[in-house]
């Protein structure tokens, strides 16, 4: 059974610091990954998509990369802003199924 | 489209209540998925659609739990009787295949006292 593991569950940065944001999974057959945005008391919202295939996916100040062999994902975000304070999920499906979640990283950043 | 819309955005129940959930996906979108997010276990699937047809309901915890979808346009989810471990937001989504991009609606926050 699929499993996503989100490291760290909280991080607190100065305004303008870049991070990282990791994620891992236990089956590396996956199809795509994915990194969701939550807002407090909101849905989610799709940031990035990594098809198997790919390596990395960028948009605007965020980066996603992958190695699937190793069974991990990364979210890079430059100059980090405190707007975008949000929790961050990655989520996982292995073709024709449904996205598996990790539990979420909680970003807060510090202006 | 304005997106995948759930309501209500907040319920509050008595335990033994009936509950239901109601989600209207986004327009052409096959598949459509229930979802709840609990702080100690994360976002867990409960039941999704293709067409309309129930796929997997391996994630309904409990006979409690039922879920339907009448037409593509509209989903319930319901819970009877309601018990407080139930209290949860329950997230509903679509999408158009069932490993592409998918929309979330903003969710209905479920208490049940």
């Known amino acids: 059974k699929q499993e996503v593991t989100q490291i760290p569950a909280a991080l607190s940065v100065p305004e303008g610091e870049n991070l990282v944001l990791n994620c891992s999974f236990t089956d590396s057959a996956i199809y795509n990954l994915q990194w969701f945005r939550q807002d407090p008391g909101k849905g989610l919202t799709s940031l990035l998509l990594i098809q198997s295939s790919q390596r990395e996916q960028t948009s605007g100040r965020l980066n996603a990369s992958l190695d699937k062999s190793s069974g991990r994902s990364t979210l890079y975000i430059a100059a980090s802003q405190p707007g975008d304070s949000a929790t961050y999920l990655c989520a996982v499906d292995e073709g024709n199924t449904p996205l598996v979640f990790g539990k979420g990283t909680r970003l807060s950043v510090i202006a | 489209d304005a997106g995948v819309i759930q309501s209500p955005r907040h319920e509050v129940t008595e335990m033994g209540q009936e509950v239901t959930l109601r989600c209207k996906p986004i327009s052409g979108h096959d598949y459509l998925f229930w979802y709840r997010q609990t702080m100690m276990r994360g976002l867990e699937l409960l039941i999704y659609?293709?067409?309309?047809?129930?796929?997997?309901d391996s994630g309904m915890p409990e006979d409690r739990f039922s879920a339907k979808m009448p037409n593509a346009s509209f989903s319930t989810l319901k819970i009877q009787p309601s018990e407080p471990r139930d209290s949860a937001v329950y997230f509903c989504?679509?999408?158009?295949?069932?490993?592409?991009?998918?929309?979330f609606g903003q969710g209905t926050r479920l208490t049940v006292v």
């Open positions: 659609f293709n067409n309309n047809v129930p796929i997997d």
């Open positions: 989504a679509s999408s158009i295949q069932v490993d592409t991009e998918a929309f």
